[in-house]
Every structure is written in structure tokens, then in C-alpha cells.
């Protein structure tokens, strides 16, 4: 069903479109992740912060997945950020998630005033080259952090926040300089896009939703895109974009929606891109 979008990154294959677990707890959370396995998703994407890595953990083997099958994703706190609290925290969340390693592990927000970014990188690098990680990458770095992230560590991916109203060029043009991909979080803007006319009209004439559009328009785009949902039919909804192809002329219309609308900033003092 998603096989058709993949990313191919430093001798990885990500399944471009996953599953988001923010606000996904307990047996929500289980029942969810095992809903999304077992009808095709093959990315999952967690956090320290979530406190869900346990009831994750449960899902991918509810599932019957295998372990190899699944791309799985969790963030070091940011208050976790200096270099041994990195490896203990990694090692709290296998124990929590239940593997012996994870496929991405991600620096969950910039955290220069708890250690210097070089550090935490280097941290993390110490991580994936004992084995707890497959890859590495950074998650709400505005560009010009980005562009020094890639100078120190060989990380694959920035996590940041992407849908039709919230551009992030300037990332891409790192990321893209770098080799590197763009994951969108909150892809579907927290579900803001059900109502957009643009949106409604080109779902319209292929038959699906708002929200089929948008993730159809991230993975043409190149993005990979992890959309949260607590229902079992938007589960299902979500993961079904293989059966059309957005034109050029509707991907332009939907690139147009930008109003640099941001929805995600705890106030962690980030520098945003204005572009
Ligand atoms: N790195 C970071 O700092 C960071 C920050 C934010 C998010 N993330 C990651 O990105 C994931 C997704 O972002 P998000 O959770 O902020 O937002 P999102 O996926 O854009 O939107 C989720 C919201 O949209 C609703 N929804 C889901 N499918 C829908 C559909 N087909 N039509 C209409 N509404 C729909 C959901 O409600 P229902 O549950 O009722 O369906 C939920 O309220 C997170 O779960 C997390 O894994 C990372």
C-alpha cells in the first residue's frame, strides 16, 4: 500500500510514510501501532517525551510484524542532551520500546544552553557506532543550525514541522546540498487541512481527502511524513495515497497554500527560518 515511497539515505531504505505517536498513550497507543502495522506502514515514529515507548514497544510485536520489517524512530530529550545522558537516556528507551536497537534516533529539540551542539552529535554518533541505532539526525533545527550539524555528524535526517501552510525551504536547501531527507511532522496540520477549499477540490477530483492530498503532496515533494491519528479508519485512511498521482499544476496550487503558519513551538528559543 506505501511501499511505493521510499527514501534512500547512507545504505538505508525508509518507508517514506509512517505513523506518529505524539499524544498516543497506553493501549491507544498499542493498538494504534499495531492497527498501522498490520495494514502496510512500515515507519513508526516515537519520543522520550511521549512516554509511550513502552506501549509502542507493545504494538510493533502485537503486530506480528517482524522487528527487521519496521523503520523505528525515537528522540533523546532535549534535557538529555549532554553527552553521557545521551547514552544512558538511549538505553532507557530500548529497554522501554523492547529492541535491541532503533533505525533512527533523533536530538529531540536544539539544547545549546544544556551542551554545545557539536557534543550532543558527537554523543549520538558514539550511539549508532555502538550499535543502538542504525542512523542518527536532529529534530526542530532551523537551517544554519542544520548546516553545522551536518559539519560534525553524519546525520540523515532534520524532523520538523511541514504541511500546506508551513514552508521550510531553507532546510530543504541543506538538507538537499547534504544528501539528507526532510521528515514533516504535524504533516497534516494537526488536522486543520479537512476544511481547506483547495485542498477539498483536488480531493475531489480523485476521489479521496484533505488529508490523502496532503500526504500524497509530502511524498511527491520527497518528504517523508508521519501523520498521528487516535481512529482506526483514519488509520487506514491515512496510509491509502498509493492510487493517484497529484499533477505538477496541483502541487504548485497546494506549495501555494504556505502562510508560514506554525502550530508546534514550546518556546525553546529556536531560531525559525522565515522561509
Ligand atoms: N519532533 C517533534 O518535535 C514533533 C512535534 C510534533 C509532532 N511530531 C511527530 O509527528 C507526528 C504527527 O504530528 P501531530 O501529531 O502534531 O499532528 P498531525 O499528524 O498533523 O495531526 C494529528 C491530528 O489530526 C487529526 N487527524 C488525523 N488524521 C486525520 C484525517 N485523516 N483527517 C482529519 N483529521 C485527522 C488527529 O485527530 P484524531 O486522533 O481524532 O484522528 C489529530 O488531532 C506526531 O504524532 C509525532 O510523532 C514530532
Do not use: C
Not at 506505501?2 to 510514510?17: C, K, N, Q
Not at 477540490?201 to 517523508?224: C, F, K, M, Y
Request: aromatic fraction near 6%; avoid cysteine.
Amino acid at each position: 500500500m506505501t511501499d511505493e515511497f521510499t527514501i534512500e539515505v547512507a545504505g538505508l531504505t525508509v518507508p517514506a510514510l509512517g505513523f506518529g505517536t505524539w499524544q498516543l498513550n497506553g493501549e491507544v497507543a498499542e493498538a494504534r501501532v499495531a492497527d498501522a502495522l498490520e495494514i502496510g506502514v512500515r515507519h513508526i515514529d516515537t519520543a522520550q517525551l511521549y512516554a509511550n515507548e513502552d506501549a509502542v514497544g507493545r504494538g510493533i510485536a502485537a503486530s506480528g510484524v517482524d522487528r527487521d520489517e519496521v523503520f523505528l524512530t525515537t528522540k533523546v530529550a532535549r534535557n538529555n542532551a549532554a553527552p553521557a545522558d545521551v547514552h544512558r537516556s538511549t538505553e532507557e528507551s530500548l529497554r522501554a520500546l523492547d529492541v535491541d536497537h532503533v533505525d533512527l534516533l533523533l536530538i529531540h529539540w536544539p539544547a545549546e544552553e544544556i551542551a554545545p551542539t557539536e557534543a550532543t552529535l558527537e554523543a549520538l554518533t558514539e550511539v549508532r557506532d555502538r550499535g543502538l541505532t542504525r542512523a542518527i539526525g536532529v529534530s526542530n533545527y532551523p537551517s544554519a543550525l542544520l548546516r553545522r550539524a551536518f559539519e560534525v555528524a553524519p546525520i540523515v535526517t532534520d524532523q520538523v514541522e511541514h504541511h500546506p501552510y508551513l514552508a521550510v525551504d531553507a532546510i530543504r536547501e541543506v538538507l538537499d546540498e547534504h544528501g539528507g531527507f526532510l521528515t514533516a511532522y504535524s504533516p497534516i496540520a494537526k488536522g486543520r487541512i479537512a476544511g481547506d477549499p483547495v485542498l477539498t477540490e483536488i480531493a475531489s477530483d480523485h476521489g479521496v481527502t484533505a488529508a490523502q492530498v496532503t500526504l500524497r503532496w509530502l511524498l511527491q515533494r520527497g518528504a517523508s511524513a508521519i501523520p498521528r491519528t487516535s481512529s482506526p479508519e483514519r488509520v487506514r485512511e491515512n496510509a491509502d495515497v498509493a492510487g493517484f498521482t497529484l499533477s505538477d499544476d496541483e502541487l504548485a496550487r497546494i506549495d501555494g497554500l504556505n502562510r508560514g503558519e506554525r502550530l508546534v513551538d514550546p518556546g525553546h528559543g529556536v531560531a525559525w527560518d522565515t522561509a
